[in-house]
């Protein structure tokens, strides 16, 4: 079976890329999500994404937006929006009971012949695969965010999945513009973020400890390793909602960093998620968006 028709269920700001990359690439692809205020943000960020595109890759994709606009369409019906689905990628919040139970429902409706694929960040397929009622079609399919500069897509099988379908989606990652990174066993993180991860906690223990503000932190990795961003800028990228999840799905697991974890968690609700700070999406998370400081050309001068 060829892959040809893709959902992607959940429109955050990961989620809406991935769409747009894969209809940006020739394949049909219906973005899900739970309502219809869910859908209308979506659209708005596809049409921030066809702006971006069109500068990006200035000498196509003007020409290619119409028949790529064209490729996408939007359901708030989880049965219509997988009816004929080849291939369904999940990249709803990293929450266990969110995903379990979205597994659930998945498996009621999707035909057959569906390819389930979870783009956790940090989360082991294997926790989900029997929720799948499919396991042999069923593994991890991660993107970094940017997707259009970040050309990774990293593949993780659990024990259960079919090797063909393991060949099949690393084949679709390489379709849809990726560089395929097979992951030989399963990984928390995977590659991406098992070394990311710990350099953003290490930021936040530094700031909550009161060792350094954000932008004095930022400003010494970018000085010192030439990354155009810091931690916190990443933060804001990533989504504080998503590294909050991550933060309580680390203090759930217990461990030597446990106590200090759960004081970042705390304050990341306190100071940011309970007033709607949640980073570039919202326009305001460590920095103000759309003109963030760490972005100023005199930003590492001073």
């Not at 769409?19 to 899900?32: K, L, P």
């Not at 099949?168 to 995977?190: H, L, N, R």
């Not at 989504?239 to 217990?254: P, W």
Request: net charge negative; hydrophobic share 45%; proline share 5%.
């Amino acid at each position: 079976m060829s892959i040809k028709k893709v959902v992607v269920a959940g429109s955050g700001v990961l989620g809406s890329q991935i769409a747009f990359q894969v209809a940006y690439s020739g394949f049909d692809v219906t973005i899900y999500d739970i309502n219809q205020q869910a859908i209308e943000s979506a659209k708005l960020k596809v049409n921030h994404l066809k702006e971006v595109y069109n500068k990006e890759f200035a000498d196509e994709a003007p020409k290619k937006m119409p028949a790529v606009l064209s490729r996408i369409d939007y359901q708030t019906d989880l049965k219509l929006a997988v009816h004929d689905a080849d291939l369904v990628i999940e990249a709803i919040p990293e929450v266990i009971d969110i995903k379990t139970n979205f597994y659930h429902q998945l498996a009621e409706v999707a035909p057959e012949k569906t390819i389930f694929a979870t783009n956790s960040s940090t989360l082991l397929p294997s926790q989900f695969a029997a929720a799948t009622g499919r396991p042999d079609k069923f593994l991890a399919l991660h993107f970094a965010n940017e997707i259009w500069h970040n050309i990774t897509a990293e593949i993780m099988a659990q024990p259960q999945t079919d090797p063909k379908i393991f060949d099949q989606i690393t084949q679709f990652a390489k379709d849809i513009g990726m560089v395929a990174i097979p992951i030989k066993k399963e990984q928390s993180g995977y590659v991406l973020n098992s070394l990311l991860v710990p350099l953003l906690n290490s930021a936040l223990v530094l700031w909550v400890k009161d060792v350094a503000d954000p932008q004095i932190i930022d400003k010494t990795w970018m000085i010192a390793t030439g990354s155009p961003r810091g931690p916190f800028a990443i933060l804001d990228v990533v989504g504080i909602q998503t590294a909050y999840n991550i933060l309580q799905i680390q203090v759930t697991q217990g461990g030597p960093n446990t106590d200090i974890l759960a004081i970042i968690s705390q304050k990341l609700k306190e100071n940011y998620l309970d007033k709607g700070y949640l980073g570039e999406s919202s326009g305001q998370g460590f920095y103000t968006y759309p003109n963030p400081s760490y972005a100023a050309e005199d930003f590492l001068k001073h």
